[in-house]
């Protein structure tokens, strides 16, 4: 038995809470502006496509662990060859 699934899941669970402290370091920091237009400019240039690309690669992620455990897997979902 190989160790690297285990490797790989304890990998996208880590990245997965980097991505969910990621989202709330950008939302709060939205709120850090002087003035409401600066709020509006980060909200709109920043805080949604931010939000948009770590909630895609949390989606991605979450997709691939549960590919890497699943039983009836297409070997192309696991990182070791099939015997």
């Known amino acids: ?3 690297l699934p285990l490797l790989l899941t304890v990998a996208g669970g880590l990245f997965c809470v980097g991505c969910v ?3 709330a ?3 709060t920091w939205r709120d850090f502006a002087a ?3 600066e709020r509006t400019r980060r909200h709109w240039w920043a805080v949604l496509p931010g939000t948009a690309l770590l909630l895609g690669l949390l989606l991605w992620t979450l997709l691939h662990v549960m590919l890497l455990w699943t039983p009836n897997a297409a070997p192309v979902a696991f990182a070791t060859p099939a015997p």
């Open 35 to 37: 003035t409401p237009p």
């Open 21 to 23: 402290a990621s989202l």
């Open 25 to 27: 370091f950008l939302l």
């Open 1 to 3: 038995m190989t160790f």
